[in-house]
């Protein structure tokens, strides 16, 4: 059964996740309101074994449909990452081999599991592979896709503008990239295709394509990247920037706090969802630390419940605010003026004097609070030493 909550459809539209739609929004909401069922669709290359925040505001987002009644496809490209998508791309990207998207993909559903009810008896997410339908396409119908596109389209893309200017190489399978991602939504036959700010073109090639294959026009619903609004930074599975889904509770409530604060409201509005007013309230908090902290919890407790939430954050306050000895942190026997750096080398704790050298000169090791400038350290007594942002190790003479 569709709902037409129209309170529920604006807060859906106007949070702040939603960026645009194409062709408009006015007539996505009417389309919402009309009480059709919808297909929704949105699809990520397995790149990376994991996903990130950015994502998860995706599949979030998906959900919100999916409990209005429509139904929704987590689409895995794992044929279209053996292609790579060139947006944004410098360079080509490094093709992917089979074995290597298969790890990619294995803990993907688990990573996202939290946030979709995979579970629900009358209208779970589908989930679904374009491989099936890519790897059989013959060469004829390649050529009759490709006959929807002109060279001074993909050309005229900035990506590929900019390497030409710089004479960097433009490789031929990266022009049936749009075709491939395009094609997906000829064979799911969907209604609205969920994507960033950076996938429109191949968003707008598929609505070219179902418009001609099936007479179909697809409605085209832009979600923002969450981008740092000072720098521009955005989350990159392939970069391996971002706060990832496969983190342990600690680990991801440290790697929030460590964003910068600009970030805080960029969370809360789309990897939470309490209401906007309350998220107005924080933003305005003269504390900085403490509206990151909210929205850290919040965030974590999606995935993990309060329990484990409660303890990340008090692990943190513990460790980071109180500079107490977390309950984990390892103890190492070492002898009387030994050198710091061979103590860690010997117990795994760092994996070599270059190491050791780079974490000194960039201020990430302290002894006892204080942090270490001198590489040839010596341990006169005992202490607890903080390797990075993470590790702690508690040195005891023995």
């Known amino acids: 059964m569709i709902k037409k909550d129209e309170k529920k459809i604006d807060e859906i539209l106007n949070r702040g996740v939603i960026v645009d739609a194409i062709p408009s929004l006015k007539e996505f909401k009417d389309k919402l309101l009309s009480g059709q069922c ?7 290359d397995p790149t990376s ?15 919100e449909f999916r409990q209005l009644g429509h139904e929704v496809i987590v689409l895995v490209g794992d044929f279209t990452a053996r292609i790579g998508d060139p947006t944004d ?5 490094k093709q992917l081999s089979s074995d290597e998207i298969k790890e990619n993909v294995k803990g993907w559903l688990e990573q996202i599991s939290p946030l979709m009810d995979f ?6 997410p589908k989930v679904l592979y374009n491989n099936k339908w890519l790897s059989k396409l013959r060469f004829e ?13 993909l050309l005229g893309r900035d990506m590929f503008q900019k390497r030409m200017t710089e004479n960097k190489p433009i490789y031929l399978h990266e022009f049936l990239y749009p075709l491939m991602q395009g094609y997906d ?8 295709e969920m994507c960033g700010t950076d996938q429109i073109f191949n968003a707008l090639v598929g609505r070219t394509l179902l418009k001609k294959f099936k007479n179909k026009n697809k409605f085209v619903l832009v979600v923002n990247l969450m981008e740092n609004p000072k720098t521009g930074e955005m989350m990159s599975k392939s970069r391996g920037t971002g706060v990832f889904l496969d983190l342990a509770p600690r680990e991801m409530f440290g790697a929030i706090m460590s964003q910068p604060d600009e970030m805080t409201e960029i969370f809360l509005v789309n990897n939470t969802r309490l209401p906007l007013p309350e998220v107005e309230k924080i933003k305005k908090m003269g504390d900085k630390m403490e509206a990151k902290k909210i929205a850290a919890h919040e965030i974590i407790k999606l995935f993990f419940g309060e329990k484990k939430t409660k303890q990340a954050q008090d692990n943190f306050i513990k460790t980071f605010q109180k500079r107490e000895l977390p309950e984990d942190a390892k103890e190492i026997i070492v002898k009387k003026d030994s050198e710091l750096k061979d103590a860690l080398l010997f117990n795994n704790i760092i994996s070599s004097n270059m190491e050791f050298r780079r974490l000194i000169k960039d201020g990430a090791i302290d002894f006892n609070g204080e942090a270490i400038s001198d590489i040839h350290f010596k341990i006169i007594n005992p202490g607890v030493v903080r390797v990075g942002k993470k590790v702690f190790v508690k040195l005891v003479f023995g």
């Open 185 to 192: 939504s000829v064979e799911l036959d969907v209604d609205v």
């Open 141 to 153: 119908k390649v050529v009759d896709l490709a006959s929807n596109l002109t060279i001074q389209q």
């Open 89 to 93: 791309q410098s360079e080509g990207r």
């Open 38 to 44: 919808l297909r929704f669709y949105i699809g990520a």
């Open 49 to 63: 074994p994991s996903l990130h925040l950015s994502h998860a505001k995706n599949y979030l987002l998906l959900e």
């Open 119 to 124: 579970k629900d008896k009358n209208n779970p």
